[in-house]
């Protein structure tokens, strides 16, 4: 059985957006209120983060994370990589690397952004990485398998993933037959949706719910939205009975 911890919800500019004062984020509900898009999955011996957001520190904090085995990346943009020199206290607690599971392109981002970490001659209390390199095939941490899913974030190739009868994918506007496939038979969905809008990068509401019907998974979560995204307790009641809207601190087992 798996834990899923919902750790943010919103899109890059999390929400609410500075300078903003609509009313999504004015609101007083705490759903509306949105870190950066990652999760936490949390097995009997094993837990894994995807993605190290600029929010990453305070998402451990709040929610009492004291230990990890690894990170696990789904593309090198910065709202979803660049807390990365935050996982310095569990390499302290654990005197051990981070293990660190992103593809080629992903590895070239965090090479650049924290050079330091990959010194030969660093300072103590930098931060310890294994950079392990995600291809096609599905790999295991501890007592997780993960089988990476491809999608298209316009030119650029994302990662989503299934682990046992969870998938979770974000920021996507395109994924082809082939690995549709591979979420076919799954229980949980984990999709992004981030405004009725269009955009050139990334699915809108309408588009996420087409897939989302269309895969017939039973139980489908939304995240990464905007601020037009609109309210949570309007908009969750007109969604498809199967598809809920992801929050923060949202926790659930699959």
Avoid: W
């Avoid at 950079?131 to 007592?143: M, R």
């Avoid at 969870?166 to 969905?189: M, R």
């Avoid at 979560?221 to 992801?246: C, D, N, R, W």
Wanted: net charge negative; glycine share 4%; proline share 7%.
């Amino acid at each position: 059985m798996l834990q899923i911890t919902i750790l943010g919800s919103g899109t890059s500019t999390g929400v609410p957006l500075i300078g903003c004062d609509c009313e999504v984020c004015t609101s007083k509900d705490p759903r509306d209120s949105r870190l950066r898009t990652s999760i936490k999955i949390d097995s009997n011996n094993t837990s894994v983060v995807i993605d190290t957001t600029p929010d990453f520190r305070y998402q451990m904090l709040r929610t009492k994370t004291t230990h990890l085995d690894a990170v696990v990346f789904t593309h090198p943009h910065r709202d979803h990589y660049a807390g990365l020199d935050d996982i310095r206290p569990f390499n302290f607690h654990s005197n051990t690397p981070m293990q660190i599971y992103a593809n080629e392109i992903t590895q070239v981002a965090i090479k650049r952004d924290f050079y330091y970490a990959f010194e030969k001659n660093k300072d103590a209390g930098l931060p310890e990485m294994m950079l392990h390199t995600i291809h096609e095939d599905p790999f295991k941490i501890g007592d997780l398998k993960f089988t990476p899913i491809q999608v298209m974030h316009r030119e650029l190739p994302v990662l989503g993933f299934r682990i046992n009868d969870f998938v979770y994918i974000t920021d996507l506007n395109f994924i082809s037959d082939a690995e549709k496939e591979k979420i076919k038979g799954a229980k949980v969905l984990i999709l992004s949706a981030l405004r009725p809008q269009p955009h050139p990068t990334h699915f809108t509401l309408n588009e996420s719910i087409a897939l989302a019907t269309e895969l017939g998974v039973p139980q489908v979560y939304f995240t990464h939205f905007s601020h037009q995204i609109g309210l949570q307790a309007v908009l969750e009641p007109q969604l498809p009975p199967f598809i809920k809207m992801a929050y923060d601190g949202l926790q659930f087992t699959v």
